[in-house]
């Protein structure tokens, strides 16, 4: 891959709390990816179209809220929609070890929970986006 990693991190629904979700921002970008931030209190749909206009890599959701088995799935399935399912997309936050095979199910490619070391999650990023582009 010549470019950087594009990354979309996104906030679904009406969490409120960020700070996780800024630091996993700054930590992609001092790991050279691009990252686009794109908010508080984003609807799927909203997620999913800025996705698509930015041609981001991999969208990753972040969700404190207790929602995520509702919203996450909501997001897969948009960008199946779409024609975009190429879009990888993680998930992180408060959520729970029993929801994560449901999360995974509904392809989300991987939960990132509270302690995970942000360098382990920008390792997964990398190998995933490698795995899909056969490099």
Do not use: W
Not at 96 to 108: A, H, T, V
Request: hydrophobic share 40%; net charge negative; charged share 25%.
């Amino acid at each position: 891959m010549d470019r950087p990693i594009r990354v979309l991190v996104a906030k679904p629904g009406l969490d409120g709390h960020d700070r996780g979700a800024l630091i996993i921002a700054q930590s992609l970008r001092d790991e050279g990816m691009e990252v686009i931030y794109s908010g508080l209190r984003q609807s799927p749909a909203q997620i999913v179209a800025t996705a698509i206009q930015e041609d981001v890599d991999v969208i990753g959701l972040s969700c404190l809220s207790g929602a995520h088995n509702e919203l996450f799935p909501q997001v897969t399935r948009l960008l199946k929609e779409q024609g975009a399912k190429d879009i990888i997309v993680v998930g992180g936050g408060v959520i729970p070890q029993s929801d994560i095979p449901f999360l995974k199910e509904r392809g989300i490619q991987e939960i990132f929970t509270p302690g995970t070391p942000t360098k382990e999650t920008a390792e997964f990023i990398r190998r995933v986006v490698r795995e899909k582009e056969g490099i």
